[in-house]
């Protein structure tokens, strides 16, 4: 089933007045520059993943999707600002006396932006594995086809979210693809930005380590910037960060860290500097850094296992974690990936950690995300380690975890019911996709007991 969207962009007029009014103060240089990068690594991901995955995007699509609603200090200016695509780099001029904003692609880890004022050589890295895509079987759902099928056409019709976009929907059954649909522009071979299902990711990478026993989830995690004698953060643990619970404090709510996504700081330089507000272990925010922290803690392990190694290992061909400048995985955020490569990434969980016989996460993993052991975010879902947990909701398994990004990406992992629900889109802020309420209709009609 292929769904085509219309995307409609609605322009809002304020009343006249009899007085005028002084005029908007212009964005500064650093607001100018964050939004010249954001257009630049947007622009230079979508479309040179795609390409390397075997399809196409046009620049009028991510403008019409990845480019729309998002923040609002840079919102206009991202959709103004001119670009200019090469073959390995895209360019976005910000300021006449500087030099453009820079995103240069490398196979095997995507776009990298560079630092405000770059003029470099686009630098060369590693190239990736042979590709050898492993086929998805597709099968008639065992439940309700027609409830399903309702539920499938639903989550593009806005039944679950007034405004929101969904851009793409696959649910695995089992080894059984049993629905799958793309919106207009977007199929099998188009990869998207997960935003923070990347920290889900990040969270089976270093369960990878630990299988190796290259890592301990209980020790403290080496960041060298902390071993300074009578630094208090010496004493976080790998766990904490994943858990959100590091008790470090961030500029923001949320900790978007936009200056080392678009802005060019390498995680490096700020992820190792904010202080502590809290004991490490007693609360729990939500926060970017944690999990920048907790990659960079087991960063030694990839000079021999890096991450594309692993997603290769789990057939997920078409998914780039990119790097900063520097070199440093954002996997908090900065992967790109298909629906399809989200599907076998849940399929990982379903089976327990194995794949084709072989364990890859160390044996009761699974349980150990699932735990919330830590403490909890208020609201409908709880959090375990890098993973959300759906274990308060009705009509839902207590099993189920969740792995969430901005702009309405989903991985939803029901391991009783052996079923995944991917969901991607490009929700505009404020306009909020109810992943809950979808979860229920799709498990309600791959109910084996449903007519």
């Known amino acids: 089933m292929r769904l085509k969207l219309v995307v409609c962009i609605l322009g809002a007029f304020a009343p006249a007045v009899a007085q005028a009014q002084a005029p908007a103060a212009a964005p500064s240089p650093a607001v100018r520059a964050m939004a010249a990068g954001y257009k630049a690594l947007t622009v230079c991901s979508a479309l040179k993943t795609a390409e390397a995955a075997g399809g196409t995007r046009t620049l009028e699509s991510v403008e019409a999707h990845e480019l729309v609603g998002v923040y609002p200090e840079i919102d206009a200016m991202v959709r103004d600002m001119p670009v200019q695509i090469g073959a390995r ?3 976005v001029p910000w300021d006449e006396a500087m030099p453009p904003r820079v995103a240069v692609f490398s196979p095997g880890r995507g776009c990298a932006i560079q630092p405000v004022g770059w003029t470099g050589e686009s630098p060369e890295m590693f190239l990736p594995g042979p ?10 759902p065992v439940g309700n086809a027609a409830l399903l099928n309702e539920a499938v056409e639903g989550a593009f019709e806005g039944r679950y979210g007034d405004g929101a976009n969904t851009t793409a929907v696959l649910v695995l059954q089992g080894d059984r693809v049993v629905a799958e649909a793309y919106g207009e522009g977007f199929g099998v071979d188009t990869p998207q930005r997960t935003w923070s299902v990347g920290k889900s990711l990040a969270g089976t990478i270093i369960g990878a380590a630990v299988h190796r026993g290259e890592a301990d989830v209980n020790a403290p995690a080496a960041i060298a910037d902390w071993r300074r004698e009578g630094d208090p953060r010496a004493a976080i643990t790998l766990d904490q960060l994943m858990r959100m619970a590091s008790g470090l404090t ?7 860290t936009d200056a080392l996504y678009f802005g060019g700081v390498g995680i490096d330089e700020q992820a190792t500097t904010w202080p502590l507000i809290a004991p490490p272990g007693s609360l729990y925010r939500y926060a970017n850094n944690d999990t920048l922290l907790a990659v960079m803690a087991i960063a030694p392990t990839f000079e021999r296992h890096p991450p594309a190694a692993l997603f290769r290992r789990l057939g997920m061909y078409d998914t780039w974690a990119e790097t900063d400048w520097r070199g440093n995985y954002m996997l908090s955020s900065q992967v790109w990936t298909t629906a399809r490569d989200l599907a076998r990434f849940g399929r990982l969980y379903l089976n327990d950690g194995v794949v084709d016989g072989e364990r890859i996460l160390p044996e009761g993993w699974r349980d150990y995300v699932s735990r919330p052991s830590g403490p909890q975010p208020g609201g409908a879902q ?3 380690a890098t993973f959300w947990l759906m274990n308060s909701s009705e009509g839902v398994p207590p099993d189920t975890i969740s792995a969430n990004g901005n702009r309405g990406q989903y991985v939803i992992i029901a391991p009783s019911r052996d079923i995944v629900i991917v969901r991607r889109g490009e929700d505009p802020a404020g306009k909020r996709f109810d992943p809950i309420a979808f979860t229920r209709d799709v498990l309600a009609a791959l109910d084996t007991g449903a007519n």
């Open 131 to 140: 590709r050898v895509n492993e086929p998805f079987v597709t099968a008639d």
């Open 382 to 384: 709880g959090y375990g």
């Open 250 to 256: 961030s500029d923001t709510a949320g900790n978007r």
């Open 89 to 91: 780099q895209v360019s």
